[in-house]
C-alpha cells in the first residue's frame, strides 16, 4: 500500500501545479495534513511552490514536483536514448559519433568560461565537481604524487555507456576543458573498475 506522501507525490506526477486542496481531494485526507507532507517533501527536494495568478486577488500556491522528484518515477528515457544512439551509430560513422558526443562537453564547457577566468587548479577542480554534481555525477578530487586524481563515484551514464561507451567522451572531454589539460582514465567502471578516475598532470600556471 502507498504511503500518504507517495499518493501526493503521484498526485503532483499526474496534474502539476496542484493546490493544497486539489491534494486534499485527491489523496482523501484534509488540507493540514497535506501541508505538513509538502512541508517535509520541499525539505527534501522533491517538490516545489510557485505563486500562481488565479483571477483576481492574491495569487495561489500552488505545487509540483522537482526534477529530483520527477526521477523518483520510472521512465523509459533509457531505453529510448539507448535506441536514439544505436540508430544514430548506424546512420553516422564511429568518429563522428564520438566527435558529437565531444562537442556537447565543449559546449557545456563554454558555458562557464567566464567563471573559470583567474581560477587556480584547485579552484577549477572545486568547480568541476559542482558542474558535474549539477550533470548527475558524484565526484571526488585528490592530489597525489604530484598529480590530480578525479574519481566519479557514481555516473548517470552508466547504463547507457553499457551498451555505447562512447559516452564517456562527454565527461572526459569537458574535464579536459575545464581544467585547459589533457586528461588520461586511468580506471573505468565499465571495465570493472569500482569507479572511473582520471589523472591531471599540472604544469604550472592555468590560463
Known amino acids: 500500500m502507498k504511503s500518504t506522501r507517495d499518493k501526493i507525490l ?3 506526477l499526474k ?3 496542484s493546490t493544497i486542496n486539489d491534494l486534499a481531494e485527491a489523496v482523501g485526507i484534509n488540507p493540514i495534513s497535506v501541508r505538513h507532507h509538502l512541508n517535509n517533501l520541499q525539505m527534501e527536494g522533491l517538490v516545489e511552490s510557485q505563486e500562481e495568478r488565479h483571477g483576481v486577488g492574491r495569487p ?10 520527477v526521477e523518483r518515477f520510472p521512465t523509459r528515457y533509457l531505453q529510448l536514448t ?18 558529437l558526443f565531444g562537442q556537447i562537453a565543449e559546449d557545456l564547457a563554454d558555458e562557464y568560461a567566464n ?5 587556480n587548479m584547485e579552484e577549477r577542480l572545486d568547480l568541476l565537481k ?10 571526488e578530487w585528490e592530489r597525489k604524487n604530484g598529480q590530480y586524481q ?32 589533457p ?25
Open 10 to 12: 503521484q498526485s503532483l
Open 15 to 17: 496534474k502539476p501545479k
Open 60 to 69: 495561489r500556491l500552488v505545487y509540483l514536483l522537482t526534477d529530483e522528484g
Open 82 to 99: 539507448t535506441r536514439l544512439i544505436s540508430q544514430m551509430k548506424e546512420a553516422i560513422p564511429g568518429p563522428m559519433v564520438s566527435k
Open 115 to 119: 567563471d573559470i577566468k583567474g581560477l
Open 130 to 139: 559542482n558542474l558535474l554534481a549539477q550533470e548527475g555525477f558524484t565526484v
Open 150 to 181: 578525479i574519481h566519479e563515484i557514481s555516473c548517470p551514464y552508466y547504463q547507457i555507456g553499457m551498451a555505447h561507451p562512447e559516452v564517456c567522451t562527454v565527461d572526459q572531454t569537458l574535464i579536459s576543458k575545464m581544467l585547459a589539460l
Open 183 to 207: 586528461v588520461n582514465k586511468v580506471q573505468c567502471i565499465l571495465d570493472g573498475g569500482a569507479h572511473c578516475t582520471y589523472v591531471v598532470q599540472p604544469t604550472g600556471k592555468t590560463k
